[in-house]
């Protein structure tokens, strides 16, 4: 089992910053994959930003030059920062663990962090 602890969540005003930190704890071997999803109300959760082991990056159009996703390996945290944040980003943000590739993967959910950009 894998444990994802997320913070850094919060109030902010559009045009402000916020970084998001996902603590992982337990069995984080054979981890293939790590990222980011939020959910807006009334929305389907999407993928903002991923990061593989080998350290390629995804991101959504909408998180691309304002996001970056990151880790550290040795505190078993991934980041996402989050700039230039707009209204429309308001939502929970949930940290993302895969396990494996494909039909076999097995995924881990953070319990997700409120994000709130007010205009």
């Known amino acids: 089992q894998v444990q994802l602890v997320e913070s850094g969540g919060g109030l902010v005003q559009a045009g402000g910053s916020l970084r998001l930190s996902c603590a992982a704890s337990?069995?984080?071997?054979?981890?293939?994959?790590r990222g980011w999803y939020r959910q807006a109300p009334g929305k389907q959760r999407e993928l903002v930003a991923s990061?593989?082991?080998?350290?390629?990056?995804d991101y959504s159009d909408s998180a691309k030059g304002r996001f970056t996703i990151s880790r550290d390996n040795a505190k078993n945290t991934v980041y996402l920062q989050m700039n230039s944040l707009k209204p429309e980003d308001t939502a929970v943000y949930y940290c993302?663990?895969?396990?494996?590739?494909?039909?076999?993967?097995?995924?881990?959910w953070g319990q997700g962090t409120q994000v709130t950009v007010s205009s």
């Open positions: 990061i593989t082991n080998g350290g390629s990056t």
């Open positions: 337990g069995s984080i071997f054979s981890i293939t994959t």
């Open positions: 993302h663990y895969r396990r494996g590739w494909g039909a076999t993967a097995y995924n881990y």
